[in-house]
């Protein structure tokens, strides 16, 4: 008798047990997608709340204001600096990053061209910046001598717009068939000019000697310097955008959106605008950028 009560006993525990399973299974959310079907996307969406943000010294400026607003979202982040732009946007292709800060459109564009890379800027867009001619031995471009050293970039996005601001400003001619000019595409160069080419961190500090560079409005604030002291300056950089950088596959993701929205909130502008003042104009419609 004791042998068939414990028997029962058994089996009506091991019921429970499966009705319990089977009940707990029919609550789990993730149970509707079974694992094996859910896209890398799918569970990257889901966990992504961590967010991992490169960028260069320059840029962690729009980290810090729009990190307490991204945030008060649910978002948790985390700012790796870098040494220069393209070591940021490396980081951001390889994974290393998920979002990249600080550089504009068309330079992503060129990167991608030329590793191979899968970055995309979503809208909407934040703002842009300038770039100019400045020295600090001369007033004008007319007043720059024979034989000048002229620092340009060497990245061929802004190299191309630091060569047009020499041809804007009477210095140099550019031959009319490309694009996207470099230096061997100077067709006149009255003043033999020497244009030399460097990272484009490096053009602020060879104002000190050389006698001329061009330089973004950036980095001469970041180095304490006036960035509206320019001889001249560019016509075309509001059409290079700046703003979120992700890969192409997170650009219709929540989190990159959300924390591209954050540009558009007032206390941001204000904060970017403080720390540099004269260097960003923030877009109040991404059309402005076409």
């Known amino acids: 008798m004791k042998k068939m009560f414990f028997k029962s006993l058994l089996a009506v525990a091991a019921t429970a047990l499966i009705f319990s399973a089977v009940a707990c299974g029919s609550n789990d959310e993730s149970s509707d997608i079974p694992a094996e079907s859910q896209t890398e996307d799918t569970r990257k969406e889901k966990e992504q709340k961590h967010v991992v943000i490169g960028g260069t010294s320059i840029s962690e400026v729009t980290y810090e204001a729009i990190k307490p607003h991204f945030e008060e979202l649910g978002y948790t982040t985390e700012f790796v600096m870098f040494d220069s732009n393209p070591v940021v946007l490396e980081a951001c292709n390889s994974g290393e990053a998920d979002m990249a800060l600080g550089q504009h459109k068309k330079f992503i564009e060129s990167f991608n061209e030329s590793n191979d890379g899968n970055l995309a800027m979503i809208k909407p867009y934040g703002y842009y910046t300038g770039i100019g001619l400045y020295s600090n031995k001369y007033q004008s471009a007319d007043d720059f001598p024979d034989g000048a050293q002229i620092a340009v970039m060497n990245d061929s996005m802004n190299m191309d717009i630091a060569l047009r601001i020499l041809e804007e400003g009477g210095l140099i001619e550019i031959d009319e068939s490309v694009d996207v000019a470099t230096i061997a595409d100077i067709t006149a160069n009255p003043k033999n000019l020497k244009i030399i080419d460097m990272d484009q961190a490096q053009t602020v500090t060879a104002l000190e000697d050389m006698d001329g560079a061009c330089v973004f409005f950036t980095h001469m604030s970041n180095a304490d310097l006036d960035p509206s002291t320019y001889i001249a300056r560019d016509s075309q950089m509001i059409k ?14 929540d989190w990159a959106a959300a924390f591209a929205e954050c540009f558009k909130i007032q206390e941001v502008r204000d904060e970017i605008s403080n720390t540099f003042p004269g260097v960003f104009e923030f877009y109040d419609d991404d059309a402005q950028a076409e």
């Open 240 to 253: 290079y955008p700046m703003g979120v950088i992700v890969k192409d596959t997170d650009a219709e993701s």
